[in-house]
T-cell receptor, first 117, second 113 residues
Framework: AQKVTQAQTEISVVEKEDVTLDCVYETRDTTYYLFWYKQPPSGELVFLIRRNSFDEQNEISGRYSWNFQKSTSSFNFTITASQVVDSAVYFCALRNFMNSGYSTLTFGKGTMLLVSP | DGGITQSPKYLFRKEGQNVTLSCEQNLNHDAMYWYRQDPGQGLRLIYYSQIVNDFQKGDIAEGYSVSREKKESFPLTVTSAQKNPTAFYLC????????????FGPGTRLLVL
């Protein structure tokens, strides 16, 4: 069965600190896709990144970076120099391939990040 | 602007009442999804549909029903059989292709009176 674990329920940091959000996944698929979403207080989930299993190159987008390690089944997300606007719940998700040929997503329970001024 | 709209933003349900949550997308996406979010529980899949007139049960379909008569629309009905409907409901859509990404609407918060 597919599973995504975000062990950190809540993280509090002070502005300008770096913070890493952990994501550990379980899958039997040899090819799979991982995602990160941000949910600000407004509620809408905002797509941040998609990563496929055969591309282990780490990715950087501004203050955001992602560290994908197949050996440890982890896909961690780091925010450098955090800002108050980064305060949100962050979800890691794993794409499921169903027997029907369709696909869905399995989400972790999320990590709430609170950045104080 | 392309996107996903959900209405209403807040919805109140009385005991024994069925209510319907609207989800519309103009992204020309084939696939649409409904998720339920409870505090500290993450998102759980209720129903999904890959094409018009076809839909599949997700992990927590009991007490819910859907229809997919048009590509743009995927309404969710919360029936009286759903005993604990208070939650935040999110609709999503995707192209349905291999490298698909799901994009989400703003959500509907359902409260029981």
């Amino acid at each position: 069965a597919q599973k995504v674990t975000q062990a950190q329920t809540e993280i509090s940091v002070v502005e300008k600190e770096d913070v890493t959000l952990d994501c550990v996944y379980e899958t039997r698929d040899t090819t799979y896709y991982l995602f990160w979403y941000k949910q600000p207080p407004s509620g809408e989930l905002v797509f941040l990144i998609r990563r496929n299993s055969f591309d282990e190159q780490n990715e950087i987008s501004g203050r955001y970076s992602w560290n994908f390690q197949k050996s440890t089944s982890s896909f961690n997300f780091t925010i450098t120099a955090s800002q108050v606007v980064d305060s949100a719940v962050y979800f890691c998700a794993l794409r499921n391939f169903m027997n029907s040929g369709y696909s869905t997503l399995t989400f972790g329970k999320g990590t709430m990040l609170l950045v104080s001024p | 602007d392309g996107g996903i709209t959900q209405s209403p933003k807040y919805l109140f349900r009385k005991e024994g009442q069925n209510v319907t949550l609207s989800c519309e997308q103009n992204l020309n996406h084939d696939a649409m999804y409904w998720y339920r979010q409870d505090p500290g529980q993450g998102l759980r899949l209720i129903y999904y549909s890959q094409i018009v007139n076809d839909f599949q049960k997700g992990d927590i379909a009991e007490g819910y029903s859907v229809s997919r008569e048009k590509k743009e629309s995927f309404p969710l009905t919360v029936t009286s059989a759903q005993k604990n409907p208070t939650a935040f409901y999110l609709c999503a859509s995707s192209s349905g292709q291999v490298l698909e990404t799901q994009y989400f609407g703003p959500g509907t918060r359902l409260l029981v009176l």
